[in-house]
């Protein structure tokens, strides 16, 4: 089919120009509104005004101008029904062949700070997305394309066969729809968010493609990773890698684990990562000190692991780190002698992420065969906590400190948790275990000497007093946990007995 005329209305005007006037050159009438019709003209292509088609003028600031038979009968028209054809000629409507549109920057408006809600709704586009559906449905007729990328494409095809594929058309229509499938879902979920609907009867999700991997959790799975339209900076979909080779599926997986926990600590902070498990968290003065105590706090399982900084990796601190193998460095930036000495590894990878932006929560997606769970991310605090001492003694200010610490890292460990801290570090994780006081047993046996003295923070209650009973022959003096078992008071007596300081917060942190 001999495409004649064309429709061109574009927000995103990169490479319009070259790409009109090749239809220009090749022939093809060209009918344009507004702003794209100006910067044709100004750069000296003639083209068709939109009111020169309807007969009737652009109205409402815009609003009203591509909404009319005129447009859609030329749009909508089977070629190959003689009923539709008849119908054009009897109503004097002309057929449109490739319809070039892309939308109102709705997510771009809704993306800068401080915008309206009125800003918000001029950026719903309605016109644009009727014309793409309308050229979508009518593919086999009519050439539909949205996105730039594919201007190249489309000239290929008309210069080398005078026409565009079907199988062409077919990819170009199915992008479109979901092109504003994406754009709907965006502006259902910003209008939703305005409306404070915490249960809509349905939600629509929608993502970018930010790259391919090169396999998934396993190498025959296969992977892409998607991004959010618009993604927090402190995001590792926002990460800016500066050196290495490219993320896996695991890696994201485990530097994304690795950045929740590190966010928990307005101090500096150093997390290291395995299998989506804190196995060492620090925190000090100075980074290197935070880091240090990291890797002290497990020096065998933080090879090979993700490292998460909430402070500029120095000089110093990437001596220490160039010591072992890390698969990944995520930190807010690098002091340039700290990136020349760990760019001498060629396996490493180097993240920054922007941790200047308050975090922002958000809902979490998790996928389960043939549906999907939704809730709202874990931002509970102590700082929330209804907090009460049920023990005879009370915590030490060292021990509200290691408590404190304990808290904060066990809530990203895989239930049932245990962790162990003491002196701004952890010194034992136990994690995902089927009992409580097996996950109690993995701690205290990683800790060794250091549970001594230290503080043990459980995501959930103990429903019975045995973890108490492990962690104080393990020499631990202060326990922090939830509470709220029916048997509450046989943990106290026990905690008690050994002079133990238990503190209750009135929230657990499963996470499964």
Known sequence: MTIRRAIVSVSNKANIIPFVQELVNLGIEVISTGGTKKLLEENGIDVIGIQEV????????????????????????VRSNDNHMKQMEENGIQPIDLVVVNLYPFKETIAKDGVTFEEAIENIDIGGPTMLRAAAKNHQDVVVVVDPEDYPVILAELKENGEVSIETKRKLAAKVFRHTAAYDALIAEYLTEQAGEEEPESITVTFERKQSLRYGENPHQQATFYKK???????????????????????????????????????????????????????????????????????????????????????????????IFLEIIIAPSFSQEALEILTKKKNIRLLTIDFSKKFQPEKQLTSVYGGLLVQDQDIYTLDDANISIPTKRQPTEQEWKDLKLGWKVVKHVKSNAIVLAKDEMTVGVGAGQMNRVGAAKIAIAQAGEKAKGSALASDAFFPMPDTVEEAAKA??????????SIRDEDSIKKADEYGIAMVFTGVRHFKH
């Open 54 to 77: 309807t007969g009737f003028p652009e109205i409402m600031d815009g609003r009203v101008k591509t909404l009319h038979p005129a447009i859609h009968g030329g749009l909508l028209a």
């Open 475 to 484: 020499g631990v003096t202060a326990i922090i946990q939830p509470g709220g």
């Open 229 to 323: 339209p618009i993604t927090p900076l402190s995001s590792i979909a926002e990460a800016v890698q500066l050196h290495g080779k490219e993320l896996s599926y695991n890696n994201i997986k485990d530097a994304d684990a690795a950045l929740s926990i590190v966010k928990e600590f307005d101090g500096p902070a150093a997390v290291a990562v395995k299998h989506m498990n804190p196995c060492g968290v620090g925190a000090g003065e100075t980074i290197f000190e935070a880091y240090n105590r990291a890797y002290e706090a497990d020096p065998t399982s933080i090879f090979g692991g993700i490292v998460a900084l909430n402070r500029e990796v120095d000089q110093k601190t990437a001596e220490k780190m160039s010591e």
